[in-house]
């Protein structure tokens, strides 16, 4: 089953088991970032091969129950209501090229939307599907000890935190749109969706006007999803 978190809701896409799940019942429960059931939210049956529901930011559990057999379980986290704030603001901050006055006070600007977004994204428990955004984070750390290191023996060192920052903030906009994308690869008009949603065209285009090439960095982010098969 493949579960993407859409502009306005949270999408099942059954379409892989070729019907095998319709008229079947589904239940819908909270859990804890740990995957534990807390308690029932919703339940309905399944009247095609595709099923959105609007739900709160969380962790969640999907079972599907065939024959009086819960047949199907998969947890999933819900964070589309967050990520709409994520996209607008991750635009307006790092695509500011056109703007006038955009610059002043950009670093306070960039730790609040960095602070705000890792304490929501962490609470989801979501960064333990984003192997890229954890690469960039150890990177980063090991950059921060060898300016600790320099700082000790040679003094000031000028680190760049705005350009850290944003390469951060990048890679989580990439890697989040990556997981959407890699999830509906047979499915156009979701694609089309999620790529309108992402604003994915103009954001590609001011990255680029910083000489920044989004396709390198989506290919890592891919090679770093796939699994020991190659999948």
């Known amino acids: 089953m493949n579960i993407v978190n859409k502009e306005k809701e949270v999408l099942f896409d059954f379409q892989q088991y070729e019907n095998s799940y319709l008229d079947a019942d ?6 804890d970032i740990n995957g534990c059931r807390l ?5 309905g049956r399944l009247t095609s091969d595709l099923l959105s529901l609007s739900l709160p930011d969380g962790n969640y559990e999907i079972t599907v129950i065939k ?3 819960a047949d199907l379980n998969e947890n999933f986290v819900v964070y589309y209501n967050y990520l709409s704030i994520f996209i607008c603001e991750f635009k307006r901050l790092i695509c500011y090229e056109n703007c006038n006055n955009c610059n002043d006070n950009i670093d306070n600007k960039l730790n609040e939307f960095l602070y705000s977004s890792l304490v929501h994204f962490n609470c989801l428990n979501l960064f333990s599907e984003m ?3 954890r690469k960039t984070l150890c990177k980063q750390s ?5 300016k600790s290191e320099y700082e000790a023996y040679y ?5 760049d935190y705005e350009k850290n920052i944003k390469d951060l903030l990048i890679s989580i906009y990439l890697e989040l749109y990556c997981n959407s994308t890699n999830r509906l690869k047979q ?10 949603f992402f604003q994915i065209e103009s954001i590609k285009r001011c990255l680029y006007n910083q000489n920044i090439d989004i396709e390198d960095i989506k290919c890592e982010i891919n090679n770093l999803n796939c699994n020991c098969d190659g999948v």
């Open 131 to 133: 192997p890229f955004t």
């Open 39 to 43: 308690s029932q939210i919703t339940s």
């Open 142 to 146: 090991k950059n921060l000890d060898s």
């Open 155 to 159: 003094g000031k060192f000028n680190f």
């Open 67 to 69: 024959d009086n057999y």
């Open 26 to 31: 589904y239940v819908i429960y909270s859990t």
């Open 187 to 196: 499915n156009n008009t979701e694609l089309e969706n999620i790529n309108s």
